[in-house]
């Protein structure tokens, strides 16, 4: 079986090089991120017409995460249990769409869309933090008590956890950028701690290998990219994996995303 993360940064726009990704890859499972669509204006049938079933969760022009799945897709969760709301000062909270969750193929699949946190002194910065904290647990439970879970937590993290996952570290530094400070490191850690093993990695080591590249400031022909999308595979599932790879050939060309999609492949 292969499953694949992609942040597709605005689905209807690029519904097109979507469909085309998914006939040249032979996937069956794609998790995407950045749908930045309503479920009713949703593009259902680019799914439906080559065999996919799926499921989304979006509610503005923002955000919005998917899995298409054609091997099976059962028990979707929309959110993760109290998963945390971000409001500004004087407003309400609001559960953003970050988070959809389905069975296929007997893989508890998570598509995650990791909220950015923007600054290290920004509000959104602690929304971040506690909205891994909180996953975190869920994830560490799902393991503890049950050993043999399939589960991949995949998806746009939004952290970069080593130096080697950005270009140029000292220029994150001296402009004290996110995703790459310790809270944020840290919390990433916390998940190889709870058993969730990053297998792409070893399939694709750095450094310069990187999964997203800014549209600003020629970042893809330049080289200057970050890797911040992962598939983070409990201890059972992470036996299985016998290939992985990021397709930055799809990074290429008239209306790419900025995310490169990321491929792993299972034994049965």
């Given amino acids: 079986m292969k499953i694949a ?10 519904a097109d090089r979507v469909e085309a990704w998914l006939q040249r890859s032979d996937c069956d499972v794609l998790a995407m991120q950045e749908t930045k669509c309503k479920d009713e204006n949703f593009p259902w049938e680019l799914f439906e017409r080559m065999g996919y079933e799926v499921a ?16 099976g897709l059962d028990d979707v969760e929309r959110t993760f249990v109290d998963q945390p709301a971000f409001g500004k000062a004087g407003k309400d909270p609001i559960q953003e769409a ?21 600054a290290l002194d920004d509000e959104h910065m602690p929304y971040k933090l506690k909205w891994l904290d909180t996953l975190k647990g869920h ?19 939004n952290i970069a956890p080593l130096d080697d996952d950005v270009w140029d570290m000292d220029f994150f ?3 004290a950028l996110t995703h790459v400070s310790e809270p944020e490191r840290e919390a990433f850690r916390a998940f190889e701690a709870a058993g969730f093993t990053d297998v792409v990695r070893p399939y694709t080591p750095g450094p310069g290998v990187y999964t997203y590249w800014d ?10 990219g970050m ?8 201890p059972a599932l992470a036996t299985r994996v016998t290939g992985a790879s990021i397709d930055r050939e799809e990074r290429k060309g008239k209306g790419a995303s900025d995310h490169a ?8």
Avoid at 5 to 14: D, I
Avoid at 215 to 224: A, H, M, N, S, W
Avoid at 227 to 234: P, T
């Fill in 227 to 234: 890797r911040i999308d992962f598939v983070m595979a409990s």
């Fill in 173 to 175: 530094r001296a402009n």
């Fill in 98 to 118: 970050r988070a959809i969750g389905a069975t296929c193929g007997g893989v508890r699949v998570w598509s995650l869309y990791v909220p950015n946190g923007r």
């Fill in 139 to 157: 994830a560490a439970s799902w393991v503890t008590e049950n050993p043999d879970a399939q589960v991949a937590l995949m998806g746009d993290w």
């Fill in 261 to 268: 999609p990321v491929i792993v492949e299972l034994s049965d």
């Fill in 56 to 71: 989304h969760f979006g509610l503005s022009q923002w955000n919005g995460v998917a899995i298409a799945s054609r091997v």
């Fill in 5 to 14: 993360t992609w942040n597709v940064n605005s689905l209807r726009a690029r």
């Fill in 215 to 224: 549209y600003t400031q020629l970042r893809f022909p330049k080289k200057e």
